[in-house]
């Protein structure tokens, strides 16, 4: 009830106590506001039973009760602030962006359209005072891959549910990590019809980015090293909105977006470049639980200068990690690459589809350097920029994975062709003596296991000749007799002229007259394959290889054939190129319905002498081609004599100086032959 008012004629004044005073105490008890001429200031302790204390919502109807938890002993109570900043969109007040500092409780900013400004604020905020490469700090070494900070900066950012439209990129700094509500709560995004030609028009990027991912030539390297670190982003998605913007949508490539350049043929990065969802020039990023996709850029582009890979103890700090993690993220119709990696990284559980360029581009220069390891990815229908699916030319930048550089794995991924004419997995780069930004070719000392390859474009693994000692063991499934023009030249895996690579390959229905296996060598420019051990279970394959160049030397190939479709299938293709004696095969032909799968054979041969023939007696080898090696060894007397051996691709035939004497099976002989020497 309300309660009474006291009604004297005295009211008191500055020393006296008085009617007024009552009156303010009574309105304290009433629920009426006097915040404006009297303020309450309390400084003495109150305490509260078990659920006497009750928060009221400002309409005065509902009542949110605080229960007291089980007290047992005297104790300490604190609010614990879990994020030193929430952003969010205020429906009571026209739907600003407003960010809150929960460290004060204060609108620290607000924008009635913009959110890039409360987050650029809140990020601000807890960045003030960090500085990169201050004079009164190390001055980073060669061994120092570092963002140098002052103590104390860094912050957490809670980003809650809504659509919060970008008009300029929101610049990262280290130390900051920036959550959603969730890939499908929180959206980042530009909106309708924003020009998004410059350089600031990118949703997310490091203050480093402009300065540092393209400027390798004119800088020091000690300035190559500074980068942002320890940035975290996860739990929201970005939308680039390409479709209501005038540039980048995926199958319609626009140079102004390109974030490499054809120099010369060759590829070159150090490219100005816009419109990614993400562009971060650094180390020690983690990405989780991100959708990103409709970018007119990339989705992710992670850099920096990576000289120094792994981890390592600069001076004046602790041991530094400069690997970037991808966790669970999904990255689709990007108007490039779904995820360019030039840097150490870690990727788990990455998904990607429709992305303009590759769905994954592991690249390196003398500016940058990329290793790392994937698992657990689904790739398929990348490359949307190089063709479609009726489109047949083939297109060396069309591939939906690359890899290059050195010590890197993928494990436990299933990769589809790409949407144009290419590669599902290219291994290498053919350049030669790279310099600055020219992408480098090597690609070496990785391992690749237990992938799945499905329905290749082109060829499911190339490798180029600059790939040298890596590990393969996958299996590859091939079009199945399919007459659609876009598999019209599938195949397995290519190595192009490489060599010391292990590869262990499960091959199937690559069974049309077009399509191969394992394509080894190349014809043209010329490409010997070298060292290689190759071990293939061939089912339902026309061809199981296709020998491709004379100079494929010293290789070790083990073949399992085998066809329980029926599919009449050879071991070599015959159309192929001369079969250097140096190579060695094993070959097991179980199974299939023609008998060009062996490698070797040998039996018991008999003929009669008719006292006038001298030969030749030919013995059927049963080998894919020529025999190098033939051994025959008579078994009667009367197969004894002045007798010399020929072979060619079909017989192995013997030859007398004087006609054997005339007999019924009087002419036997063991006989071996193999292809190898």
């Known amino acids: 009830m309300a309660r009474k008012k006291l009604n004297l ?13 009552l009156d303010t105490v009574n309105y304290l008890f009433d629920g009426q506001d006097q915040s404006a001429a009297n303020p309450i200031d309390m400084n003495t302790t109150w305490k509260y039973r078990n659920q006497k204390l009750v928060l009221r919502n400002p309409a005065n109807t509902f009542s949110s009760t605080v229960v007291n938890p089980a007290v047992t002993a005297d104790s300490n109570f604190q609010y614990n602030v879990t994020y030193d900043y929430y952003i969010f969109i205020d429906p009571d007040d026209g739907n600003k962006i407003k960010a809150r500092n929960n460290r004060t409780g204060t609108i620290d900013s607000v924008h009635a359209t913009n959110a890039d400004v409360p987050i650029q604020a809140a990020i601000d905020a807890l960045s003030a005072g960090s500085t990169v490469g201050s004079a009164t700090l190390p001055v980073p070494g060669a061994g120092d891959n570092i963002n140098l900070w002052t103590g104390g900066k ?7 549910p809504g659509i919060y439209k970008f008009y300029t990129a929101v610049i990262l700094k280290s130390n900051i990590l920036i959550a959603g509500a969730g890939a499908w709560s929180t959206v980042f995004t530009f909106p309708d019809t924003l020009n998004l030609g410059t350089n600031a028009q990118d949703i997310f990027k490091s203050s480093q980015w402009d300065a540092k991912s393209i400027g390798g030539g004119t800088l020091t390297q000690a300035q190559l090293d500074q980068g942002d670190t320890g940035v975290r982003l996860r739990d929201f998605q970005i939308y680039g909105n390409a479709r209501n913007q005038a540039y980048g949508l995926p199958g319609t490539p626009n140079v102004n977006t390109a974030t490499t350049t054809v120099v010369g043929g060759k590829e070159q990065a150090g490219t100005d470049s816009w419109g990614h969802g993400i562009a971060y020039y650094g180390s ?18 992670i850099q920096n200068n990576g000289a120094h890979l792994g981890s390592y103890v600069p001076s004046g700090s602790g041991q530094y990690n400069q690997t970037s993690r991808v966790l669970n993220v999904v990255s689709w119709g990007n108007g490039r690459q779904g995820l360019l990696l030039r840097c150490p990284f870690y990727v788990d559980r990455y998904w990607s589809y429709g992305n303009g360029e590759a769905g994954i581009d592991v690249q390196n220069s003398a500016y940058f350097g990329a290793a790392g390891w994937f698992g657990n990815m689904e790739m398929f229908y990348d490359g949307q920029n190089h063709g479609n699916q ?6 060396a930048l069309g591939f939906e994975m690359r890899l290059t550089g050195y010590v890197s794995f993928i494990t436990s991924s299933w990769i589809e062709g790409p949407w144009g004419p290419g590669d599902s997995l290219v291994m290498g780069i053919e350049v030669s003596s790279p310099a600055g930004y020219q992408l480098t070719g090597a690609c070496s000392n990785n391992n690749i296991t237990n992938c799945y390859f499905d329905f290749p474009r082109k060829s499911a693994i190339l490798m180029t000749p600059g790939a040298i000692s890596n590990s393969v063991q996958a299996t590859v499934s091939g079009p199945g007799g399919s007459t659609f023009a876009d598999f019209s030249e599938s195949k397995a895996m290519t190595i192009q002229g490489g060599g010391r690579n292990n590869i262990n390959l499960t091959i199937q229905t690559f069974n049309t007259g077009t399509v191969n296996g394992l394509v080894l060598g190349r014809l043209s420019p010329s490409a010997g394959s070298w060292n290689n051990n ?32 029926a599919v009449a299938q050879y071991f070599i293709k015959p159309a192929g190129q001369t079969i250097n004696a140096n190579n060695t095969f094993h070959v097991d032909g179980v199974g299939q319905s023609t008998v060009s799968t062996k490698g070797q054979n040998g039996g018991l041969a008999t003929f009669s002498g008719t006292g006038t023939s001298t030969g030749p007696f030919q013995i059927a080898h049963g080998l894919f081609t020529t025999p190098a090696v033939v051994g025959i060894v008579p078994n009667t007397t009367d197969a004894l004599g002045d007798l010399y051996v020929t072979a060619d691709a079909t017989n192995i035939n013997i030859n007398y100086g004087m006609a054997p004497h005339s007999g019924t099976n009087n002419l036997k002989y063991y006989w071996n032959a193999r292809v190898s020497s």
């Open 284 to 301: 020690d990023l983690e990405l989780n639980n991100l959708l990103i996709h409709g970018c007119s850029g990339a989705g992710v582009i």
């Open 390 to 395: 009726s489109t047949v030319t083939y297109d």
């Open 154 to 160: 860094y912050g957490a950012i809670f980003v809650g």
């Open 534 to 565: 190759i071990i293939l279970n061939s089912i339902d394959n026309l061809y199981a290889i296709d020998w491709q160049n004379t100079g494929n030397w010293y290789n070790s190939i083990t073949c399992v054939c085998s066809a329980p479709s």
């Open 9 to 21: 004629s005295n009211p008191g004044d500055s020393t006296h106590f008085g009617s007024d005073d």
